[in-house]
């Protein structure tokens, strides 16, 4: 499978050090998921007519983290605007399609939920705009994955940590596991961590502190089948 990854952020610049797939980077390549042509990015044109993909699957590590923006169109046009394209893309031309989501989809789920549990995100636009491209991926994609992550920079060591819980991990973490579930050919929805932990396990030198009313608290997930594909290499 030749792969592509879209977005030269923390998480897809991990992936391609990881990895070295090719990567389209938004500033260097110009390219701009609001309005850019996807088939002028992702077909070959020196190939002859009718012009075929140049990749087996498709990375999207594009989005608006602003996580509490109220700027509710930039959200819905880079979170799920965006994804409709390249789900029609994708099917066009038999590309599968992977796809970043974040486990504040279940901010107000009770207990680590699994993923055939029904999501129920903050109000926060940016969750609400991830899990509706959840949704629309799990309806109207012909071959997808869709991972629920958190990340955070690789030496994660901000003045102040929040005091919440959660599965997520530093980058160098999470990219090989995104990694896996890609070369192993998972498909449907994983969620994706390295088990239980507070924000502050992640930072050695930080000062916890209680978060904002409007933040979750605690964000973990039931990664028993992750944790299950791992087990069957």
Known sequence: MKSVILGDGILGSELWSQTKWDIISRKADNFHAEKSDLEEF????SASSPLRPKYDVIVNCIANTASYSSDHDQHMAINFTFVQKLVAFCNQHNVKLIHISTEFVYANNPSPPRETDQPL??????AKSKLLADYYLSFFSNDYLICRLLHKENGFSPENVWDCQTSGDQVKNI??????????????????GTGDKTLSDLSEHSKVIAPPEHVPKDTRMNLEKLQKTRKQI
């Open 175 to 192: 990219a090989p596991l995104i990694i896996h579930l890609i070369k192993t050919n998972q498909t449907g929805i994983f969620n994706v």
């Open 121 to 126: 995100p903050d109000n926060s636009h940016y």
């Open 42 to 45: 992702l077909l070959d044109h």
